[in-house]
């Protein structure tokens, strides 16, 4: 499965890919914001993005990517510091499929990948 | 300050360092800052803002706390206070100031946060964005040293609604 991690902080993509990796999930491609994964959406199969980002936010980058024919259904988990309710819910009604709280553990991130792998 | 502004950036920092160290860190007595200068040699300072409140919060570690958090973090060593450091740093104060939103909104209160901006140096200042007083609360990380600086400003409106 090709995953695509979008995020600012080069430590939380190596440490997201590295949870990935132990999952079993090799093929994992990176972006530091919304604007640079949108030129690295080809063939990818499910998406984990953070929402705070320069250039493009996360938020901006999912409702994009859900007006995109060949995108529109890939599912994409954000993977956030924001833990306010309002901003769950305004996530999920723009095209998050899930919603993972930052800090997390290695389990939890493999948990929800197979989820929404499967 | 009020307390009930403080301790959820606090808890924060505690559940934080729990899960991505593996390891809770023991809460000091909180202090008033009378300077901007850091105690630490990396900060990472984070602003928020809503229509109630506004201000600013900080981490600030020495080096040896720093390299020790990243060696855990990312199960390998490194050197000195760089890049890989500094990103590091500026996570864990993203990471930290949305943390402290749940329970925020518990009061009511839904604030943005900026992208946290990074520090680097000995006696490095910290300027905060909420105009008032600085709170510094001490932490412990077994035996390394770590700070939060906090400062929040409540708006005029919010302050006549609910006092």
């Known amino acids: 499965m090709k995953i695509l991690v979008v995020d600012d902080s080069a430590t939380m993509r190596r440490i997201i890919t590295k949870n990935l990796n132990s999952a079993g999930y090799d093929d994992i491609t990176e972006a530091e914001n919304g604007e640079e994964a949108l030129g690295k959406l080809e063939g990818i199969q499910l998406i984990l993005t953070d929402w705070n980002m320069p250039v493009m936010d996360g938020l901006t980058f999912v409702k994009t990517v859900r007006t995109m024919d060949a995108y529109k259904d890939v599912p994409i988990m954000m993977i956030t510091s924001q833990a306010a309710k309002k901003e769950v819910i305004e996530a999920l009604k723009n095209g998050v499929n899930d919603y993972l709280v930052k800090p997390f553990t290695a389990g939890t991130i493999a948990e929800k990948v197979k989820g929404l792998a499967e | 300050m009020d307390v009930k502004y403080i301790n959820p950036f606090i808890n924060s920092v505690v559940t934080t360092m729990e899960m991505m160290v593996n390891t809770s860190p023991k809460r ?9 200068i850091a105690r630490g040699d990396v900060s990472g300072i984070i602003g928020f803002a809503s229509q109630e409140i506004v201000g600013s919060v900080a981490l600030t570690f020495p080096e040896k706390t720093v390299k020790k ?12 206070t760089n890049e890989d450091i500094q990103d590091t740093v500026g996570e864990l104060a993203n990471i930290i100031a949305g943390g402290a939103k749940e329970e925020f909104s518990s009061m009511g209160i839904t604030y943005h946060i900026s992208i946290p901006t990074v520090v680097v140096g000995k006696n490095h200042s910290i300027v905060h964005k909420g105009g ?3 709170m510094v609360v001490p932490f412990k990380l077994e035996n390394n040293a770590f700070f939060m600086e906090i400062s929040i400003k409540l708006k005029n409106n919010w302050k006549k609604n609910n006092r």
């Open chain 2, 132 to 134: 008032t007083h600085v």
């Open chain 2, 28 to 36: 000091l007595a909180p202090f008033l800052k009378d300077n901007n």
């Open chain 2, 69 to 80: 958090i990243y060696s855990v973090m990312m199960g390998e060593e490194t050197n000195g």
